[in-house]
């Protein structure tokens, strides 16, 4: 079965940066799409960004510019470097995989910003 290991959250000051990092397992190599979601409890959960297996990304256009996705194809791993990072921004991440016939999350990694 698939399964992902995120890491990378915290607690970190407006303004300040994180890098999320996720990782599927080594026995998956057709994956499509990964991407990161993020959800506020009370709210539903959101898309942040994706990127496909040939690099081809997808951003939400309000954190544009200040989020960047990244994949590291032989290590199946995503990343989400995070700048700028402003008190809405706290969430519980998510990290997602999709393949043909399969679609993963991870269980969240939790983002905190805060003076």
């Known amino acids: 079965q698939v399964q992902l290991v995120e890491s990378g959250g915290g607690l970190v000051q407006p303004g300040g940066s994180l890098r999320l990092s996720c990782t599927a397992s080594a026995s998956i190599f057709n994956i499509n799409t990964m991407g990161w979601y993020r959800q506020v409890p009370g709210k539903e959960r959101e898309l942040v960004a994706t990127?496909?297996?040939?690099?081809?990304?997808n951003y939400v256009s309000s954190e544009k510019g200040r989020f960047t996705i990244s994949s590291d194809n032989a290590k199946n791993t995503v990343y989400l470097q995070m700048n700028s990072l402003k008190v809405e921004d706290t969430a519980v991440y998510y990290c997602?995989?999709?393949?043909?016939?399969?679609?993963?999350w991870g269980q969240g990694t939790l983002v905190t910003v805060s003076s």
């Open positions: 990127i496909t297996s040939g690099g081809l990304t």
């Open positions: 997602n995989v999709r393949g043909r016939s399969f679609s993963a």
